[in-house]
């Protein structure tokens, strides 16, 4: 980890005033503490209240499946619930206007932006899961080649997992095919839907046929 690099997120965190652990800042109940629900009703239902925190979980599908609206569902949530929210965009393909609209509040969101170099990603990745004080912290690597992802050590992501392990922060992996999940960890699947235009998101509808395709292999955490 680059020292530059560590003192500009450690910067970033401090601007937006998310070096404080949300403990400190937003006490949760007792009720909230296993899951952080996804904003999806079905989604949540099947799942059990949502994925689960202190566990890396991951979200994939081929483009224009829905992926991104997820991301921007969850996240939303996540924020809508008083909680800070981190992405990490490798690719840099994260529209804020497209979330703004979808309901996300801007100002919880710590945006890490690169534009193809996973493995610097992955730097960022791991240091904001160290800071901690996250609710829902994503990593998008859906546009990342494949021989890119094959550059990540063979430990990543269990040392990933690791690092949130019985904490409150739910961690997703983004990705266009299975890649990782901790054991209390789920994987979301998704598919493309041909009733479903890809230009726009038109509410409730769409999004019940973007979430037809749910794989579950795993035991949830609390449900």
Do not use: Y
């Not at 609206?69 to 996240?75: E, H």
């Not at 040392?159 to 997703?172: N, P």
């Not at 983004?174 to 998704?190: C, E, N």
């Amino acid at each position: 980890m680059s020292s530059a690099l560590r003192v500009e997120l450690e910067s970033l965190l401090r601007a937006r005033q998310l070096d404080r652990t949300l403990t400190s800042a937003h006490p949760w109940s007792d009720n909230s503490r296993d899951v952080a629900p996804t904003g999806m009703a079905s989604l949540d239902r099947t799942l059990g209240g949502g994925v689960a925190r202190g566990h890396l979980s991951e979200v994939v599908g081929p483009r224009s499946s829905g992926r991104a609206t997820v991301l921007c569902r969850m996240l939303a949530a996540a924020a809508d619930r008083g909680e800070a929210v981190a992405l990490i965009d490798t690719a840099d393909r994260f529209d804020p206007l497209s979330a703004d609209r979808a309901g996300l509040d801007l100002s919880k969101l710590l945006w890490v932006r690169d534009t193809g170099n996973a493995l610097r990603a992955l730097k960022a990745m791991n240091l904001v899961l160290q800071a901690g004080g996250f609710g829902l912290v994503a990593f998008d690597v859906a546009d990342v080649h494949a021989s890119a992802l094959r550059q990540f050590p063979l430990t990543t992501w269990m040392r990933m997992a690791r690092v949130i392990e019985g904490s409150q922060t739910a961690a997703v992996v983004m990705a266009s095919t299975r890649l990782a999940r901790s054991p209390g960890g789920v994987t979301i699947a998704l598919e493309p839907s041909p009733n479903v235009s890809t230009a726009q998101w038109a509410g409730t509808s769409d999004r019940a046929r973007f979430l037809r395709a749910i794989d579950l292999r795993t035991r949830v955490v609390g449900r």
